[in-house]
């Protein structure tokens, strides 16, 4: 159970939000919404540990994030996360791997990249690949290790219509199985509804 308790963000001086309280369970998912420069990016980071807020606090079934426990549980996808372009796409999932302490054999990531329809391209420097597929490279790893925890910064951005029917299968599966996601995106997401926090 992911819990945020009385969250206060300010940036600069201007307070994006105060007194934001919401919980979200095994098998269930949040969609957080608003408009542009409304916090949705400053309050996943907050959710997910990297940032912290300027009252109230995060909790990982009652505990305040950023346990290394807690990292393991954690796949965060930020909006501007970037693939490193002179990795491959193998090796940048071998380096997100290692980056979160987690085992990843060769045969586990290239079946990763497979799913994401990137069989063939595994050992070609990223910076050869289009936006989309770079971004595919990102989105394998919410395959490649499992994590009940997903926070997702605009997962569907630049993602083709097949790629956007894939990922919203795999979250809706993932959330099926006792999986928690919380997420951003401007667009309706295809999923079975789920929690709408407001900003
Ligand atoms: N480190 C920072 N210092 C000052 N201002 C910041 C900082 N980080 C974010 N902001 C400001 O906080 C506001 C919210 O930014 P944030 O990226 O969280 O919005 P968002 O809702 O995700 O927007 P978008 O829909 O455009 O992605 C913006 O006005 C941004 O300029």
């Known amino acids: 159970m992911l819990t945020a308790h009385r969250l206060t963000c300010v940036r600069g001086t201007r307070p994006l939000f105060s007194g934001l309280e919401f919980s979200v369970g095994p098998g269930t998912w949040a969609h957080i919404?608003?408009?542009n420069g409304a916090g949705k990016t400053s309050l996943l980071r907050i959710l997910a540990g990297l940032a912290h807020p300027e009252e109230g606090e995060v909790r990982w079934n009652g505990t305040k994030v950023g346990s290394e426990e807690f990292r393991r549980e954690l796949m965060y996808l930020g909006h501007r996360a970037a693939v490193k372009e002179d990795?491959?796409?193998?090796?940048?999932l071998e380096f997100a791997a290692a980056m979160d302490g987690v085992d990843l054999t060769r045969e586990e990531a290239e079946e990763a990249l497979g799913r994401f329809g990137l069989a063939g391209r595994e050992d070609l420097p990223v910076?050869?690949?289009s936006a989309g597929q770079k971004r595919r490279?990102?989105?394998?790893?919410?395959?490649a290790r499992p994590a009940q925890l997903w926070i997702l910064d605009e997962p569907f951005t630049a993602l083709d219509v097949k790629a956007v029917d894939f990922l919203s299968n795999l979250i809706a599966d993932h959330v099926k199985a006792g999986g928690?996601?919380?997420m951003t995106s401007?667009?309706?997401i295809p999923l079975p509804p789920g929690q709408v926090v407001e900003l």
């Open 137 to 143: 490279v990102l989105l394998a790893q919410t395959v």
């Open 87 to 92: 990795l491959t796409a193998l090796e940048n």
């Open 186 to 188: 401007h667009q309706a």
């Open 127 to 129: 910076r050869f690949l």
């Open 33 to 35: 919404r608003g408009p």
């Open 180 to 182: 928690i996601a919380v």
